[in-house]
């Protein structure tokens, strides 16, 4: 079955302690992006990769990183979390071009 | 940027009620889906249509691309059909197929 998979789904963490957020998708796409949804704010990129190695800033990247090591998977890094960045992150991929995007079932994050 | 408006924000349905949702967007577009988030969180591909008309079941949509504007229609609507529409585009000055998704359309459906 086509899917993206984030790991984990639910996460309660504190101030400064360092969290990765996993995704992998198993459709060999070579697009991938974070977003972050807030409310009143909608859903925002955070970052993306147009393949291996190729990795861009979105619209909000401050306070994140991302590598792109494998074509399949694209893990965001919170080095040091702070509380604004509670919110709910989607991964999603796509082919190359302008292609219907998949997105991954989100991962619910809160930082105190 | 492009902008998207999607109409109504909110809309109360009772169950078997049709309706219809509209996004408008303000420049041409390579890409627009409808998606549906359920009340978990989830974001559920409905549609992928930049242009034409597709159907499943009792959605369907229809994009018309030179007017720049989609409609999301629901008909015979349940309970499940209850969360938020979202309608999001990109088009050619999007780099790494952003996105830009809509303010959402909140539906309740009441049995």
């Known amino acids: 079955e086509a899917q993206v998979t984030q790991n984990p789904r639910y996460l309660i963490t504190v101030t400064g302690k360092k969290l990765t957020v996993t995704c992998s998708q198993n459709?060999?796409?070579?697009?991938m992006s974070w977003y972050r949804q807030d409310p009143g704010l909608g859903l925002r990129q955070i970052y993306y990769?147009?393949?291996?190695?190729?990795?861009d800033k979105g619209d909000v990247p401050e306070g994140y990183k991302v590598s792109r090591k494998e074509k399949r998977n694209f893990p965001l890094i919170l080095e040091s979390p702070s509380p604004n960045q509670t919110s709910l992150y989607f991964c999603?991929?796509?082919?190359?071009?302008?292609?219907?995007?998949?997105f991954g079932p989100g991962t619910r994050l809160t930082v105190t | 940027g492009i902008q998207v408006e999607q109409s109504p924000p909110d809309l109360i349905l009772q169950e078997g009620a049709n309706s219809t949702l509209r996004c408008n967007f303000s420049?041409?577009?390579?890409?627009l889906q409808w998606f549906h988030q359920n009340p978990w969180g989830q974001l559920i591909n409905l549609f992928y249509?930049?242009?034409g008309t597709k159907q499943n079941g009792r959605l369907s949509a229809t994009t018309v691309a030179t007017e720049r504007y989609s409609l999301l229609y629901i008909s015979s609507s349940q309970t499940t059909d209850s969360g938020v529409y979202f309608c999001?585009?990109?088009?050619?000055?999007?780099?790494?197929?952003?996105?830009?998704f809509g303010g959402g359309t909140r539906v309740l459906v009441k049995p």
């Open positions: 249509i930049p242009s």
């Open positions: 990769s147009m393949n291996v190695e190729v990795t």
């Open positions: 459709m060999n796409h070579e697009y």
């Open positions: 999603a991929s796509s082919a190359a071009g302008f292609y219907e995007q998949y």
């Open positions: 999001a585009v990109d088009n050619r000055w999007a780099a790494g197929n952003k996105l830009t």
């Open positions: 420049d041409s577009v390579n890409n």
